[in-house]
């Protein structure tokens, strides 16, 4: 089993930055794929980012590239989501979830573990 806890949520005027924590626990964290997804009330949960267990390959939803940049540090069990350029329209729970080593996927069903999520509000 894999715990994990995100933080690093919170409230942010809209064009600001936060950097968003996954901080993984109970297994070793280099052996699983790490992406991030994130929850509007009332809708499916949608695939932000992606990156592979070594670091070496990562891939972000459209709707964020060239703002967001998740990151990993396997000597720490940590993997990060750093949100530049924030829009309201990025306000949801945000999630970290884990997937064992392969190709990296972007439905919610492909991971197996996830966090219990952090809240992000961008104001306008």
């Known amino acids: 089993q894999v715990q994990l806890v995100e933080s690093g949520g919170g409230l942010v005027q809209a064009g600001g930055s936060l950097r968003l924590s996954c901080a993984a626990s109970g297994r070793t964290f280099s052996s699983y794929d790490m992406a991030w997804f994130r929850q509007t009330p009332g809708k499916e949960r949608d695939f932000v980012a992606a990156i592979t267990w070594s670091g070496g390959m990562t891939y972000s939803a459209d709707s964020v590239k060239g703002r967001f940049t998740i990151s990993r540090d396997n000597a720490e069990n940590t993997g990060y989501l750093q949100m530049n350029s924030l829009k309201p329209e990025d306000t949801a729970v945000y999630y970290c979830?884990?997937?064992?080593?392969?190709?990296?996927?972007?439905?919610?069903?492909?991971?197996?573990?996830w966090g219990q999520g952090t809240q992000v509000t961008v104001s306008s």
């Open positions: 979830a884990l997937k064992s080593r392969g190709i990296i996927v972007t439905p919610p069903r492909g991971y197996e573990y």
